[in-house]
């Protein structure tokens, strides 16, 4: 099997390609990757993804994955090429439905070009913790009451195509993840008015896993101590951890419960 990674921004496509070095990395334009040199590359537009697809099949790929963040392109209609022309109602339909749709039109369509779809977390499994307190500081009874609430949250912003996080204190929710992610929530605490709360985050009610599975890592645990927070709860299943012993040593060290939930 050739393996194809679609890939954004952020460690998770570096962490597939360290446990599939033979992937052909595809970076879109204004994109950049964070992987190997030594990583074959293909660079491609929006504009040209038919184009891409052929190169794919050309290159004998009959899998993709789909790993990092990708922020929403611009598209420059000069720029389209025949291969991509009769997909761009499609695509354009899809990018007006939020999120969710424009991420299942892409996977579909990538389907219906015969190519098979690999989860991260099925080529990584081992970047999903289980169960319970990963550190030293176990969740306590608030913590527990929060998460509840959090989640009731994350329901309701799943609902309406939000994010996959929030953060909640003494029952109230301070933040929600949206499009600028979940760095820029937490950047955006980052003055003392969140101390004590927890960071909730989890996959969408619904949510094809086989792509944009949320993740934490190291950079999110610093944030949350900057935000004063006291615990970072995830979804068991659900949540990838990048660089597990930093992000668990990170906690310990600012005293905040890591609870897979």
Known sequence: ????????????????????????????????????????????????????????????????????????????????DAATAPLVPRLMAAMGQGDDGTLRAVMALLEEQGFALRAAHEIAPDLLPEAGALGAVAPNDAHRADADRAEAVHRAMAAADVGQACVVRGGLCLAVEALPGTDWMLDSLANGEAAGGLLYKAPKPGQDRRADLPVIGPATVERAARAGLSAIVIAAGGVMVLGRDEVVALADRHGIALWVR
Request: aromatic share 2%; charged share 20%.
């Open 1 to 80: 099997m050739a393996l194809a990674l679609l890939a954004g921004t952020g460690a998770l496509p570096g962490e597939i390609l360290a446990r599939r070095p033979d992937a052909l990395v595809c970076e879109m334009r204004g994109v950049p990757v964070d992987a190997p040199e030594v990583a074959e590359r293909l660079s491609y537009r929006i504009e040209t993804l038919g184009t891409l697809l052929a190169e794919l099949k050309a290159h004998g790929v009959d899998e993709i994955c789909l790993a990092g963040a990708m922020t929403r392109p611009a598209v420059d209609p000069s720029a389209i």
